[in-house]
């Protein structure tokens, strides 16, 4: 399992956007300033992320990055 750099955000102090928007290597503007809303992008696959397409090597084994 591929884990994230960083601490982990607290629940305490939610603001709307993207709780792991200082961690994320692939951030954009919009995760700064909004909560992403939950999408499915395969049977039984949601994700809750601005950049929903993989990239990279895991793109091509399925592997959500």
């Not at 305490?12 to 909004?34: A, I, K, N, S, W």
């Not at 999408?39 to 994700?47: D, L």
Request: proline share 14%; hydrophobic share 35%; net charge negative.
């Amino acid at each position: 399992l591929h884990t994230i750099p960083g601490t982990v955000p607290t629940l305490l102090d939610r603001t709307p956007q993207c709780p792991f928007q200082d961690r994320c290597p692939r951030v954009l503007d919009v995760c700064h300033g909004e909560d992403p809303l939950i999408a499915e992008i395969g049977p039984g696959h949601h994700v809750a992320c601005f950049n929903q397409v993989p990239e990279g090597p895991s793109a091509a084994s399925g592997v959500a990055v």
